[in-house]
């Protein structure tokens, strides 16, 4: 079955503690992209990734990392967690760029983190 | 002013009534996209748009480029499509896609 994983589900965290997102998908997309959903801002991008080892930042990159070392997966990293990343996660992932240069088609969106930091 | 603009930010319909979700945006894009959030939470694409009108099953999505202007229309609406819609606009030049805040609709039996 196509589809988009994210582990974990659920998290609740401390202040500070490393963490990391894992988001992973088996539809051989080249595009991939993590987002975050806040109540009253919706949905905003964090970064997102055209190709292996090609990843830029998206509207609120501030305290987080991510990689793109293969292409199946793209972890998102908190490095030290803060209250103020207590969100909804979504990780997606499109097939490549158009072929005549446009945006791919369709997104899938993976079924959502909910991270709580204390 | 966000880039993106969605109205209204709720609506409530009867079961059968047509629906029509607003998205206006500042900037110029590439292609704007419609998506379906589930009450569960999961997000579902319906459509991308870079110009002209698509159609799926009860589902039509129009842009009209020069007004930078897209609509969502239902037709003969039903409660499984409660849900919120949102819209999402790639800009031009980059990779970025900007979110409106979504349209909550709640359709009665």
């Known amino acids: 079955e196509a589809q988009v994983t994210q582990n974990p589900r659920y998290l609740i965290t401390v202040t500070g503690k490393k963490l990391t997102v894992t988001c992973s998908q088996n539809?051989?997309?080249?595009?991939m992209s993590w987002y975050r959903q806040d109540p009253g801002l919706g949905l905003r991008q964090i970064y997102y990734?055209?190709?292996?080892?090609?990843?830029d930042k998206g509207d609120v990159p501030e305290g987080y990392k991510v990689s793109r070392k293969e292409k199946r997966n793209f972890p998102l990293i908190l490095e030290s967690p803060s209250p103020n990343q207590t969100s909804l996660y979504f990780c997606?992932?499109?097939?490549?760029?158009?072929?005549?240069?446009?945006?791919?088609?369709?997104?899938?969106f993976g079924p959502g983190t909910r991270l709580t930091v204390l | 002013k966000n880039e993106v603009e969605q109205s209204p930010q709720n609506l409530t319909a009867q079961e059968g009534e047509f629906i029509t979700i607003n998205c206006s945006y500042s900037?110029?894009?590439?292609?704007l996209h419609w998506l379906q959030q589930h009450p569960g939470g999961g997000i579902v694409s319906l459509f991308m748009l870079s110009s002209g009108k698509k159609k799926h099953g009860r589902l039509i999505a129009t842009i009209n480029i020069q007004e930078k202007h897209s609509s969502l229309h239902i037709t003969a609406s039903h409660p499984r499509d409660s849900a919120v819609y949102i819209c999402?606009?790639?800009?031009?030049?980059?990779?970025?896609?900007?979110f409106g805040t979504g349209t909550r609709l709640t359709i009665i039996p």
């Open positions: 990734s055209m190709n292996v080892e090609v990843t």
């Open positions: 997606a992932s499109s097939l490549e760029w158009g072929l005549a240069g446009g945006p791919p088609d369709t997104q899938y």
């Open positions: 539809m051989n997309h080249e595009y």
């Open positions: 900037v110029g894009i590439s292609a």
């Open positions: 999402a606009a790639h800009s031009f030049g980059n990779e970025k896609l900007t």
